[in-house]
């Protein structure tokens, strides 16, 4: 027996000093199969950053152990740290999702496996594993969740998880290219070949679910293997994100929000999915929970315009007027080009609608600096100005919106209404005979007229003793209303108006008139009472018990006035 093990060593001795046999040197020093898929492990992630560099060592041997040179060719650690030092990365950190996907790349790598490790407080190590195929890295797949008491142990579970899934390989390849291709039978069939072979692929099913949607199958059928992934992979984005398409189209819109969230809290920091939850939310009605979203976001990207806008209209929809305000001019201040027409039209509307109306007038007169040819804007801004007391700015900025656009809706109302609180009631009466022969509302044109003829007779009744020129400025304004107006209120106002001045007229005068013996003076009362004769009782439903006093007095005054008339007026007697 000693004598069998000495002949062992000699012939291994010799074998040392002399080499191998030529076929033994062969087998030894063949090269890996070069059509064999590239694997790189790379640094876990550890709050122990020398535990998660020698781990990932530790995964690189036990793979490059179990798996023959044919089927893998793994890339070694000296070759993964000079590519990283050539960068200058830190060699002993883990890199993010993307640097290592990007890694991979540059290795010309066909799958990479990433993962954490740390140790729990009974000592064991705890590894999350997973693996990803470099050239899209949302085809990940899990490999699990480890527990061992030695780096050894965990790693050869690692391996076995791999090996597991790497089987599937081959034919997740050729559902991918097929799928390229648009041969689509060929792709479903190697996807459900890479799952016969390894039943928890999810990136086999992420191709089939690809495919399905690349031949618009039913939303409940694409759905299903959506929902598969999921039960593997709770994060996939591919699978969560088809999902939720899935829900747009079968009209579940509350599972569609509550899955978006969840997208969303699985890549917090993309910026389209974060604008796609808020205006899912916002469409829902649900702006509360969108606001929550949207003021997280902006928090979380300072001085991200996007999310600043966002955060605006959200506010603007929830009616939050004053925040909005805030909001609003942080946002021109951080992009001018963002003070456009929609920002423009919403303020003024939001302040208006918050009875901020100097705000409002404020921004309008920006609008207008930044759109002069806006007749729209200029109008709103006369309103504005009118609400804050500026009847005389008001006017100008609506006579300009009109010179703008003669037709402009609206516009001469105000510019009337303007002018009746300025009490230029003469300027007021232009602008309504104006405003009739350029096509205005006849009915809006004559309440304006009625409510100046209406504010100079309380002027003229409250005065005493009576004054002649106050009754005769009531006519013309009730005259004009009562003559364009078809309205029965409008016109009983009017006509009584009309009455109590002419009476008022005629009662004024008809003194001056038998001491003066004027027969002009004579007619011109006896027009006025005829005609408070005829009005009075037209618009007796405004006033019946002042019509009931005035009508008997308009009679006695009728017979004076008539003879008044006869003698006055008579032809002088020839000599």
């Not at 010799?14 to 020093?29: E, H, I, K, N």
């Not at 000296?78 to 993307?98: P, R």
């Not at 929970?289 to 929830?318: C, H, R, T």
Request: glycine content about 6%.
């Amino acid at each position: 027996m000693v004598r069998h093990q000495s002949r062992v060593i000699a012939t291994f001795a010799a074998m040392l000093l002399c080499g191998f046999s030529a076929p033994v040197r062969a087998q030894l020093t063949r090269p890996p199969n070069p059509d064999a898929p590239i694997l790189v492990v790379v640094t876990f992630k550890s709050t122990d950053k020398k535990l998660g560099v020698d781990f990932a060592e530790q995964v690189r041997d036990k793979i490059t152990g179990d798996v023959s040179y044919r089927d893998l060719q793994m890339m070694t650690k000296a070759t993964i740290d000079g590519t990283l030092q050539a960068s200058g990365y830190d060699l002993t950190s883990a890199l993010t999702e993307g640097d290592a996907n990007l890694l991979a790349k540059q290795l010309r790598a066909d799958e990479y496996i990433e993962g954490e490790i740390n140790k729990d407080a009974s000592g064991k190590f705890v590894v999350t594993s997973w693996m990803v195929l470099t050239r899209d890295p949302t085809l990940l797949q899990p490999l699990g969740n480890f527990e061992g008491p030695s780096q050894g142990n965990v790693s050869s579970q690692i391996s076995k998880a791999y090996q597991s899934a790497h089987k599937a390989y081959d034919d997740i390849k050729k559902c991918l290219g097929s799928r390229r291709e648009s041969k689509y039978p060929d792709a479903l069939s190697s996807a459900q070949s890479a799952i016969s072979k390894y039943p928890r692929s999810t990136i086999a099913r992420i191709c089939e679910m690809g495919v399905m949607n690349d031949q618009k199958k039913p939303a409940a059928d694409v759905l299903k293997v959506a929902q598969e992934i999921l039960a593997i992979d709770p994060k996939s984005k591919p699978a969560m994100e088809t999902e939720v398409d899935a829900y747009e189209k079968l009209g579940d819109k509350p599972a569609k929000a509550k899955l978006l969230v969840q997208l969303l809290a699985a890549n917090p920091t993309d910026s389209k999915l974060q604008q796609a939850v808020i205006y899912e939310y916002a469409q829902s009605g649900n702006f509360a929970e969108a606001l929550k979203i949207i003021s997280k976001a902006v928090d979380d990207n300072p001085g991200d315009i996007a999310f600043v806008k966002l955060d605006w209209q959200i506010l603007y929809a929830m009616k939050d007027y004053k925040t909005m305000w805030k909001m609003g001019e942080q946002m021109i201040q951080l992009d001018t080009s963002t003070a456009d027409t929609t920002f423009f039209d919403r303020t003024i509307d939001a302040q208006r609608l918050d009875s901020n109306f100097a705000n409002a007038a404020t921004v309008a007169a920006r609008a207008t600096k930044k759109y002069p040819n806006r007749a729209d804007y200029w109008a709103q801004r006369g309103s504005m100005e009118l609400k804050t007391g500026q009847v005389k700015q008001a006017i100008t900025s609506l006579r300009r919106a009109l010179e703008i656009d003669p037709k402009l809706a609206g516009a001469r109302m105000l510019i009337i209404s303007s002018l009746v609180d300025a009490g230029e009631l003469d300027s007021a009466s232009v602008a309504m005979r104006e405003a009739i022969k350029s096509g205005e509302d006849q009915e809006r044109v004559a309440s304006f007229a009625l409510a100046i003829a209406s504010k100079i007779f309380k002027i003229a009744n409250d005065t005493k003793p009576p004054v002649l020129a106050l009754w005769q400025r009531v006519l013309p304004s009730a005259m004009y209303a009562d003559s364009i107006s078809k309205d029965r209120g409008t016109k009983n106002t009017a006509a009584f108006e009309m009455g109590v001045s002419h009476y008022y007229v005629a009662s004024i005068m008809y003194p001056d008139v038998v001491a003066q013996k004027d027969c002009n003076g004579a007619k011109i009362v006896q027009d006025a009472v005829l005609a408070a004769g005829s009005e009075l009782p037209r618009g007796g439903a405004t006033n019946p018990a002042a019509v009931g006093q005035l009508m008997p007095n308009i009679q006695q005054m009728a017979t004076a006035v008539d003879q008044a008339v006869k003698v006055f007026c008579a032809p002088p007697k020839k000599p």
